[in-house]
Every structure is written in C-alpha cells, then in structure tokens.
C-alpha cells in the first residue's frame, strides 16, 4: 500500500506521544488497481487506477489522453469485463480501439449529440453535456461496468464550465462501493476536488521515420504526464512517456 | 385399456393443399425456377395420363393435350399449415395425434367410446378443410396406414383381422427401399403373405436390422412407438379495452396483466422472452406496432414493463388505444454461470433497462456495442446490439488513439511542392511543419455518391491532425487528429 509522507509523519508523531493505540488498527485493504498500460503512468498513480474512484485525465490536442484511455480500456475489456465509452463529441474511432487491443464486443459505446439537435445554440450546448452527464449517471447506477470513459475533450470550454456545475460529487458517491472506475476525458480539469487522482497530460515530441513525401512514417509520440492532485498527496510529481503509433 | 388407432391420409397432399376442393381435374404441382421447373407431385387425375413426379412442367402439360392440366407452385408454407390444421382437427377427436409425415397422422382411440363415428369424423373435419382424406380403423398402425393408402374412404379392421388384412396386402405396401423391392422382385414375392413366409434368418442375411424390423411389421407387430404431437406453445395475449386509454401510465398498468401472464407461462416452460410485440388497434380504426428487442432474454414482468414504457415514451402511439395484443418471442432460458474469479458484471435486468434508458436519451442507433458498416469508407462506423460474450485473446499493443471529427471540418489548405504547407480551419490555422502522405483510398465509384480521398498525417504547432482532400471537388477536410 503506497502511503504518503505526511500520513508516515503522522504516525510516527503518534507513536512518539505514546498514542500509538489510538490509531485505529484494523487493516485498510487495498481496493484492486487497473493498470493503464504504461508502467511510469501507473507508478504515478501509486500502481494504477483506483476502482471504486475517478480519475481525471486532461489535456491539450495530441497530448495522448485518447491513447491513455483506449489502453485502459484494452486492459479491462481484455480481462473479460465490461466498459461503457460515453463519448460527448462522437470521436471515437473504433478501428484504432480495435487496433489498440480493445475487444469491441464488451464495449458499450454511447454516442451523445447524435439525436436530439436544436436550431438554438445555448440548448444545443447544454444538450450535449447533460447528455453525457446523464448517460454516465445511468451507467455508475446500473453498477457492473468495471470502467466508464467519459470522453468529453471535444467540447468547448463553456460547455465544460457547464459541467463543472452537475453534482460530481454525488457520482462518486454512487461508485464509491463499486468497482467501478470512471475515467475523465477533456480538454481542461472539470471535476474540481472529487476525483481522486488527476493527471495532466501534455505533447513533448511527435517522432517521424523516413525522408520526405510518402516515405514519411508517423512512428509516435511523447507526452509528459503530471499529478496535479491525489488524495494521497502525490501532486506535483511528472512523468514522461512514449506513446507509439501503430497505423 | 384396449388398443385402437385411426389413420388419416389426405393423398397427394402437396397437390390438395393448392388445389383444396378441386381434385377431379389434372393437377401437378411444381417445384424449381427457370428451365428447371419439374414436377414435384402429381394428382391421380394427372397420373392418369401418364404424368410422373420428376418429369418436366413442359414434358408434362405434353401428356395431356386433350384436358387442361392445372400446374400451379409448391408451397411449403401451404403445406405446414394444412398439416397444422388437420393436427388440430384431429386433436378434436382424441387429445394423442401422432404427426407421422405431411398428410398422415395416427390419431391413438383409446378410451373413444366409438371408433367408427370417430373415424367418420376424422373425414369430415378432413373435408372442411378443403381436402379429400381416407380414414381406416385398426389395432395395427401399419395395417391403418396401408388401409388409407389403398381404400378410400372410412375402412374398418376389426380386432384379431389385421394380420389377415397385411396378408392379402401387395408386398410393396410395406417401407421398402428401391433396392428391396428389386430383390423381392426378382425372389417373386408379391404379398404381403408371401414375405412373412420368408425364413427370419434368410431376410436377415439379405436385409440386415431392417428385413427383421419388416418381418415384424408384416406379421402385425408394430413396435414403433406413439409420437404425440403437441401444439407449439404460443406466448401471447389480447386485451380489449372497455374504453379508449390515451396515457402512458393507465396504458401501462392495463398492460402489466398480460405481461404477467405471458411471464408466468414462459418461465413454467423454461424459456424467456427475446423480444416483446405489441399491437395496438386505435381509436380511428387503424393499427400501431411497436417492438422491444432485449439485450438478455428476461422473464420479470416489472422489467419488461419498465423496457416498454421506455419504447412508448420513446415511440408514441399518437391516438387513444382501444385493444392491444401482446406477444413474446421465446427463447431457451440460459443460466449464467459467473466465475468466482472475476468482477460482477452488469445483471441482464440493470442492463436491459440501463440499455433501454440509454437508447430513449440518445436515440436507437447511438447506444450499442461499435460495428464497422458494409464499406471501405474510413471513420465509418455504426452500433450493433450490445451482447458481450467471453474474453477473447487479443495482444494489446500501445497504438496512437485518434480521434474523429464527426462531420469532419472544413479546411483551407495551401500546397508547396504538392504537399500541404498551410491549414486554416475553424479550430486550427497554421503552419505544416511535417506531413506524411498522400494516401488514396477510394470506393463506391461505381455509384453517384463514390468517395475518392487523399489523406495527410500533418504536424501542426497545435497538434497532429489527419488532413483529407476529396479529389472530386478538390476540397479539404480536417477528419481527425490523433491524441
């Protein structure tokens, strides 16, 4: 269990004062972690993504937050269990989740904006996020579903400020005794101090293979992810990893 | 209890079945399409003027230049009626019908005070229908059923005359293969009688299992057993409604009865519906369906209700209803066997409603497991009915997500050297700073609608985007970029 160095400096504050009794001494077991398929991303987290919890996952074009979620998805799926993609903008590209080892079959893919259009554009907006919001509220509460992604990066800043509005706080609660995960997708933080773990991602490198022309190979690219806050107290820690292209 | 049978036999079945009522011309039915049309079954009338199963339609009509030959298509589904319909007919008569082939039952007499009405009726209600049948009573099933095949009408073979009866009868009366009637042909056996003469032994050695099995069934020991034909169980129910019900929640609560009904009757059976029916008639007349397919088979009426609900919020009538039919499609109740091992997952009642509450908010094609479409066409993708089964084995590699712009973006591009240099677009506008590419993909050109791209891998100072140009129209768009 990773522990962090202020709760190690509680302890040993305790024991010193001779209140080492006083600390509850029942052992906390370790909920099961997702791995999310990069090793430095998942010593980040403290060795993976908590279930029961959510994470947030933010960042900017080509930061490599659709990667990061298509790979925890193939870690789930590949286990035989189930994950739901809400997916806000209607983004998702299944030949590349396919490619990416995520098995199809055990994906619930809900595509939000599709149906329900407005001529007005204040409704269209907040139709589209409150869709989103409403279709994962349905997914947590029919429980089962080890991983919801709610994708969310292609919408516009209002539309996010929208969301940062809706009772997050109660959706954790509804996960809170599940083992189910919800992921975060979007261009900026939205749900504020409720998910457990929030990471930062952002592009360094894109790597290209070959001369000019159609000889030109998009091989993959580099992303430096940050902790911006844990509820073990980890923020501030960076990472770096490769995301590799597989075309 | 005594044993009696009546056998029912309604000859050239396939022609009656088409021709109901008009047997005393020439008719054949025809089988094939194109030059290959033959004749698949032909009346006695037709027969008469020497018509042969298997001959051609033209070959056929030949043979009777002088009477006008009625040839008309088989049709199967004629068939399975009629013989549905006789079944049920002749359950009127005694609850055990044995289904032996199309157009001949056996219908089991035991306990039927009187044989020979019963038998009269069995003809009768034959007659009804449409078709000419034979009937013959006997303590021998296969003395009946060769009775029907050479009698007609109603014949009657008293108890301890059925072996006399097969005696007289020609050998060929019995189940012989074309080979069997060969060699007893050329042994000289003509009846019945003649073939029981045989030595066990000597039949035996020629025929195998079956020359004793004919044995048997010559002598009148008939040890088949009794195949009772039960009516396919149907799972539905109708309600006529006292007055006219315009709102969901009285529609609702109306509906709950028969749904329960229909619930209770599946899971005594073993089997759970796949997929719930309803038929509305309207206040003006006119008729609405309206159809839930399941993601599980399920069983619980409060959850099928809440999945309807969902479809008549979603799918309105639009006018009062006035009655409704209900119907179920079976099938096989599964039990699930969960792994000790690994997580729970979704209960098929959550998630048939999850599934139905999801479609109502998003709309029916938008919620589901991903599915490629019929089409070389990138970033073409649909949703198929979410039914996940075992893990597979898949590696997982890392690959680079991308993400689609759906439509894709309207994009002006400026080329150097045929490649791009500059893209300006609503969310993106600047330099190229690498591009890999072109690659052309291209379909449907053999339609209006054909598609003929050339797609670009650029790098952006914002990002790396997907670029495609329509070479039709000489258009670029922005479909997507790889995050």
Same mark, same amino acid.
């Given at each position: 269990?990773?522990?962090?160095? $202020?709760?190690?400096?509680?302890?040993?504050?305790?024991?010193?004062?001779?209140?080492?009794?006083?600390?509850?001494?029942?052992?906390?077991?370790?909920?099961?972690?997702?791995?999310?398929?990069?090793?430095?991303?998942?010593?980040?987290?403290?060795? *993976?993504?908590?279930?029961?919890?959510?994470?947030?996952?933010?960042?900017?074009?080509?930061?490599?937050? $659709? $990667?990061?979620?298509?790979?925890?998805?193939?870690?789930?799926? *590949?286990?035989?269990?189930?994950?739901?993609?809400?997916?806000?903008?209607?983004?998702?590209?299944?030949?590349?989740?396919?490619?990416?080892?995520?098995?199809?079959?055990?994906?619930?893919?809900?595509?939000?904006?599709?149906?329900?259009?407005?001529?007005?554009?204040?409704?269209?907006?907040?139709?589209?996020?409150?869709?989103?919001?409403?279709? $994962?509220?349905?997914?947590?509460?029919?429980?089962?579903?080890?991983?919801?992604?709610?994708?969310?990066? %292609?919408?516009?800043?209002?539309?996010?400020?929208?969301?940062?509005?809706?009772?997050?706080?109660?959706?954790?609660?509804?996960?809170?005794?599940?083992?189910?995960?919800?992921?975060?997708?979007?261009?900026?933080?939205?749900? %504020?101090?409720?998910?457990?773990?929030?990471?930062?991602?952002?592009?360094?490198?894109?790597?290209?293979?070959?001369?000019?022309?159609?000889?030109?190979?998009?091989?993959?690219?580099?992303?430096?992810?940050?902790?911006?806050?844990?509820?073990?107290?980890?923020? *501030?820690?960076?990472?770096?990893?490769?995301?590799?292209?597989?075309? | 209890?005594?044993?009696?049978?009546?056998?029912?036999?309604?000859?050239?079945?396939?022609?009656?079945?088409?021709?109901?009522?008009?047997?005393?011309?020439?008719?054949?039915?025809?089988?094939?399409?194109?030059?290959?049309?033959?004749?698949?079954?032909?009346?006695?009338?037709?027969?008469?003027?020497?018509?042969?199963?298997?001959?051609?339609?033209?070959?056929?009509?030949?043979?009777?230049?002088?009477?006008?030959?009625?040839?008309?298509?088989?049709?199967?589904?004629?068939? =399975?009626?009629?013989?549905?319909?006789?079944?049920?007919?002749?359950?009127?008569?005694?609850?055990?019908?044995?289904?032996?082939?199309?157009?001949?039952?056996?219908?089991?007499?035991?306990?039927?005070?009187?044989?020979?009405?019963?038998?009269?009726?069995?003809?009768?209600?034959?007659?009804?229908?449409?078709?000419?049948?034979?009937?013959?009573?006997?303590?021998?099933?296969?003395?009946?059923?060769?009775?029907?095949?050479?009698?007609?009408?109603?014949?009657?073979?008293?108890?301890?005359?059925?072996?006399?009866?097969?005696?007289?009868?020609?050998?060929?009366?019995?189940?012989?293969?074309?080979?069997?009637?060969?060699?007893?042909?050329?042994?000289?056996?003509?009846?019945?009688?003649?073939?029981?003469?045989?030595?066990?032994?000597?039949?035996?050695?020629?025929?195998?299992?079956?020359?004793?099995?004919?044995?048997?069934?010559?002598?009148?020991?008939?040890?088949?057993?009794?195949?009772?034909?039960?009516?396919?169980?149907?799972?539905?129910?109708?309600?006529?409604?006292? !007055?006219?019900?315009?709102?969901?929640?009285?529609?609702?609560?109306?509906?709950?009865?028969?749904?329960?009904?229909?619930?209770?009757?599946?899971?005594?059976?073993?089997?759970?519906?796949?997929?719930?029916?309803?038929?509305?008639?309207?206040?003006?007349?006119?008729?609405?369906?309206?159809?839930?397919?399941?993601?599980?088979?399920?069983?619980?009426?409060?959850?099928?209700?809440?999945?309807?609900?969902?479809?008549?919020?979603?799918?309105?009538?639009?006018?009062?209803?006035?009655?409704?039919?209900?119907?179920?499609?079976?099938?096989?109740?599964?039990?699930?066997? =969960?792994?000790?091992?690994?997580?729970?997952?979704?209960?098929?009642?959550?998630?048939?409603?999850?599934?139905?509450?999801?479609?109502?908010?998003?709309?029916?094609?938008?919620?589901?497991?991903?599915?490629?479409?019929?089409? =070389?066409?990138?970033?073409?993708?649909?949703?198929?009915?979410?039914?996940?089964?075992?893990?597979?084995?898949?590696?997982?590699?890392?690959?680079?997500?991308?993400?689609?712009?759906?439509?894709?973006?309207?994009?002006?591009?400026?080329?150097?050297?045929?490649?791009?240099?500059?893209?300006?677009?609503?969310?993106?506008?600047?330099?190229?700073?690498?591009?890999?590419?072109?690659?052309?993909?291209?379909?449907?050109? !053999?339609?209006?609608?054909?598609?003929?791209?050339?797609?670009?891998?650029?790098?952006?100072?914002?990002?790396?985007?997907?670029?495609?140009?329509?070479?039709?129209?000489?258009? !670029?768009?922005?479909?997507?970029?790889?995050?």
């Amino acid at each position: 269990m990773v522990q962090s160095s $202020t709760v190690t400096d509680l302890r040993s504050l305790l024991e010193r004062q001779g209140f080492g009794a006083a600390e509850p001494r029942f052992e906390q077991l370790e909920s099961p972690r997702l791995s999310v398929g990069f090793p430095e991303i998942d010593v980040l987290l403290g060795g *993976g993504v908590s279930r029961g919890e959510i994470l947030e996952c933010s960042g900017g074009p080509s930061s490599g937050c $659709t $990667t990061l979620a298509l790979s925890v998805l193939a870690q789930v799926t *590949g286990q035989g269990e189930q994950a739901a993609y809400i997916d806000a903008s209607d983004s998702l590209d299944p030949y590349q989740a396919e490619q990416a080892g995520v098995q199809l079959d055990h994906l619930l893919w809900v595509r939000c904006g599709v149906q329900k259009r407005s001529f007005d554009w204040r409704k269209r907006r907040s139709a589209r996020s409150a869709q989103a919001w409403k279709a $994962t509220q349905l997914a947590a509460a029919a429980g089962g579903f080890s991983l919801i992604v709610l994708d969310l990066i %292609g919408l516009s800043l209002a539309q996010l400020r929208d969301l940062q509005r809706f009772p997050w706080f109660g959706l954790r609660q509804t996960i809170a005794k599940s083992s189910t995960t919800i992921l975060t997708l979007s261009a900026e933080p939205v749900t %504020g101090s409720v998910a457990s773990q929030s990471l930062s991602l952002e592009r360094e490198q894109i790597s290209w293979r070959g001369s000019v022309g159609p000889a030109l190979r998009l091989t993959g690219l580099s992303a430096r992810a940050r902790l911006l806050h844990q509820r073990r107290n980890r923020f *501030g820690q960076e990472v770096s990893c490769r995301l590799e292209a597989q075309r | 209890m005594r044993k009696l049978y009546a056998c029912l036999r309604v000859k050239d079945f396939a022609v009656a079945v088409v021709l109901r009522g008009q047997r005393s011309q020439p008719a054949v039915v025809f089988s094939g399409a194109g030059p290959n049309v033959y004749v698949y079954q032909a009346n006695g009338a037709a027969c008469a003027t020497g018509i042969r199963a298997g001959m051609t339609l033209s070959q056929a009509q030949g043979r009777s230049p002088q009477q006008i030959l009625a040839a008309e298509p088989r049709s199967e589904q004629a068939e =399975h009626q009629a013989q549905r319909e006789l079944l049920e007919a002749a359950q009127l008569v005694s609850p055990r019908v044995e289904d032996r082939e199309p157009g001949l039952l056996i219908v089991d007499l035991a306990g039927v005070p009187d044989a020979h009405s019963a038998a009269a009726k069995l003809v009768r209600y034959a007659a009804q229908l449409g078709l000419s049948a034979n009937a013959a009573t006997s303590q021998n099933r296969f003395a009946a059923t060769a009775a029907t095949q050479l009698e007609t009408g109603v014949t009657h073979i008293y108890p301890g005359e059925a072996v006399g009866f097969l005696q007289h009868l020609p050998v060929f009366a019995l189940p012989l293969l074309t080979e069997e009637k060969r060699i007893l042909k050329l042994w000289g056996i003509r009846t019945v009688g003649e073939f029981t003469r045989l030595s066990a032994d000597s039949l035996t050695a020629r025929f195998g299992d079956r020359g004793a099995r004919l044995a048997k069934l010559a002598r009148g020991d008939d040890d088949s057993l009794f195949a009772a034909w039960e009516a396919p169980h149907e799972f539905e129910e109708s309600v006529d409604f006292d !007055w006219q019900v315009a709102d969901l929640d009285p529609l609702s609560f109306l509906l709950a009865e028969p749904l329960r009904k229909v619930c209770k009757k599946l899971r005594s059976l073993g089997s759970a519906a796949e997929a719930i029916s309803l038929d509305f008639k309207l206040s003006d007349g006119s008729r609405a369906t309206r159809s839930v397919a399941l993601s599980h088979p399920l069983t619980d009426p409060d959850v099928l209700l809440k999945l309807i609900r969902l479809e008549l919020s979603a799918h309105p009538t639009g006018k009062a209803v006035e009655a409704l039919t209900l119907a179920a499609k079976p099938v096989p109740r599964r039990e699930l066997q =969960h792994d000790l091992f690994s997580l729970a997952r979704p209960s098929p009642e959550k998630l048939a409603i999850t599934i139905g509450r999801l479609k109502e908010l998003m709309g029916m094609e938008n919620v589901g497991a991903p599915a490629a479409r019929d089409t =070389h066409e990138p970033r073409v993708f649909s949703t198929r009915p979410f039914h996940p089964g075992g893990a597979k084995q898949q590696q997982i590699v890392s690959a680079l997500g991308f993400r689609c712009y759906r439509p894709s973006i309207e994009a002006e591009v400026t080329e150097e050297s045929n490649q791009p240099a500059h893209v300006r677009s609503r969310i993106v506008d600047g330099r190229v700073r690498r591009c890999a590419g072109p690659w052309r993909v291209n379909g449907d050109w !053999w339609l209006e609608e054909g598609w003929d791209l050339a797609e670009w891998d650029v790098e952006l100072s914002k990002g790396l985007y997907r670029l495609s140009c329509i070479l039709h129209s000489q258009t !670029w768009r922005l479909v997507g970029v790889y995050d």
